[in-house]
């Protein structure tokens, strides 16, 4: 019971929130040639790509600065509008998962149409305010991106890291989304939870960290596929401890995924998932 209690509390963000609260640290980061300032509730001494990271849901996880490199180096070949492998045959990790997010990218800069993308599980927003800015750095008024979490305080910290990313604020929108929706009948749409036209219309769904609740698997893919446009690519980037081989490719199959690659990154102590939904 003692260790059910310890696991419950662990993810419970409000809970932890409630019992332990904490002041608002801030980070300076950069990528992309922007300057992203993030706030987090607290500090621990684990050590991730060369920083120091908090480590719970509201935090920074240690697979959003993976993430965010990999937005980097996407939206360099974005720019220089390079060839991209199969992201089933990439020679690397970070390359299959540029070959998913460059088009993405690509399309922001310049067209045709506008364009969406949706962040699950966001967190402190780390990852969601580098792709915003990324992608809204020359039609900021062709791109929408969305990012997602479920606490309240988780919420209310995310937004306030939006709001000082102005670059990031003028393409974002911030909405509470619990994934558990998408298996409710009629999914997310039927519940009302998401203001604007989301649902089915994002050509990116992204996330950095959110599979470690092995019994949410279910829930995550389907409400990835049900902001996805038909054909367009969901972007997973784990930790290698929070990741669960013989769960993650079923889940997503039953939601309609077709799963490009997983694979295994030892450099960054990750996992990436790179699916498309089937159309």
């Given at each position: 019971d003692d260790e059910e209690e310890d696991i419950e509390t662990m993810f419970d963000v409000g809970r932890m929130l409630a019992a332990e609260p904490e002041p608002?640290?801030?980070h300076e980061f950069a990528y992309c040639g922007f300057t992203q300032r993030v706030g987090v509730?607290?500090?621990t001494?684990?050590?991730a790509a060369g920083a120091t990271f908090a480590v719970q849901g509201h935090f920074l996880w240690h697979s959003a600065p993976v993430l965010a490199a990999f937005t980097e180096a996407a939206y360099r070949k974005a720019l220089a509008d390079c060839p991209l492998p199969d992201p089933?045959?990439?020679a690397s990790t970070e390359d299959a998962v540029v070959a998913c997010l460059a088009p993405f990218l690509r399309r922001a800069l310049v067209?045709?149409?506008a364009v969406r993308a949706a962040e699950l599980g966001s967190g402190a927003g780390l990852t969601g305010i580098v792709m915003a800015q990324a992608a809204g750095s020359r039609r900021p008024d062709h791109v929408r991106v969305l990012l997602t979490d479920h606490d309240a305080p988780v919420v209310e910290l995310l937004r306030a890291n939006v709001g000082a990313n102005s670059d990031a604020a003028r393409v974002c929108s911030v909405q509470t989304l619990d994934w558990?929706?998408?298996l409710?009948?009629?999914g997310i749409r039927a519940s009302g939870a998401l203001e604007g036209d989301w649902l089915g219309a994002c050509d990116l769904v992204f996330a950095a960290d959110v599979l470690h609740r092995f019994d949410l698997y279910d829930a995550l893919f389907a409400a990835a596929a049900e902001l996805l446009k038909p054909g367009c690519p969901l972007v997973l980037v784990s930790g290698l401890w929070r990741y669960a081989w013989d769960l993650a490719a079923p889940a997503a199959a039953r939601a309609g995924f077709r799963v490009l690659?997983?694979?295994?990154?030892d450099a960054n102590q990750a996992v990436i998932t790179l699916c498309v939904r089937s159309s």
């Open positions: 608002v640290v801030q509730l607290t500090e001494d684990r050590t089933a045959e990439a067209g045709p149409g558990r929706l998408a409710a009948p009629g690659t997983e694979r295994r990154d």
